[in-house]
């Protein structure tokens, strides 16, 4: 059979000069490895003008952010005003539509705000222990037995008033129910009601002795 080379009118020994001719350099080139650009170790930051290491900028995609993490978060913060309340009305609408008939995307929203929750709940049990400290009108302080008081509390009654009661004790005091909201009178069962008139002002030793029994006599 006629050797195909020689039937496209190229000889066989024409085709094998040709090859190692047109390979070896090709070989030779690929094998050259030329070095890329290296990553860089550290970077001035445009905002604080501060030379910071690499690790110090938040990752995006291969390279990293322009500005360093804490001043890339001020800027973000800084911003932030600008977009507060600027989704359009569709979006909002499209949210609460899928939040009301997907019990999957419910699912989500719950496992998102619990995460962020449990993230940041030192921060926040620390924010209402000082509030609660410092802040004489602290709308807590109407509630921090809210299972008792609000069962007890009338709908007619001036939380305005409530408030002043509790802003207006003295330190080392303590608002205390003058007819317990869950008490005995004289062996009797008795829930007294969550008013300003039923209020007074108690020292912690004499509101543990009092507990939730009192008398008619004292009353």
């Known amino acids: 059979m006629r050797p195909r080379m020689a039937w496209l009118g190229v000889g066989i020994s024409a085709f ?24 860089f170790q550290s970077k001035i930051c445009p905002l604080c003008k501060i030379e910071k290491p690499r690790s110090e900028y938040y990752k995006k995609g291969r390279g990293v952010s322009h500005k360093f993490k804490p001043c890339s978060l001020i800027y973000s913060r800084a911003r932030a005003s600008r977009y507060i309340g600027k989704y359009p009305e569709y979006q909002n609408e499209w949210r609460s539509k899928r939040y009301a008939s997907d019990a999957a995307y419910r699912k989500k929203i719950a496992a998102q705000k619990k995460a962020s929750y449990e993230k940041r709940v030192k921060a926040i049990n620390a924010k209402r222990r000082e509030r609660w400290a410092k802040d004489p ?83």
């Not at 030779?28 to 650009?37: D, L, Q, R, T």
């Not at 709908?155 to 003295?170: D, F, G, I, N, T």
């Open 137 to 219: 009108n602290n709308p807590a302080r109407l509630y921090h037995r809210r299972k008792d008081v609000n069962g007890r509390t009338p709908p007619w009654v001036s939380k305005k008033a409530l408030l002043e009661v509790y802003s207006k004790c003295p330190p080392g005091m303590e608002v205390d129910h003058i007819i317990p909201l869950k008490g005995v009178i004289d062996g009797r069962k008795v829930s007294g009601l969550h008013v300003p008139w039923n209020l007074q002002y108690l020292t912690p030793a004499e509101n543990r002795k009092k507990k939730n029994i009192v008398s008619e006599k004292d009353i």
């Open 16 to 39: 094998t000069e040709f090859t190692q001719f047109y390979i070896a350099p090709t070989c030779y080139n690929v094998s050259i490895v030329k070095p890329g650009p290296q990553p």
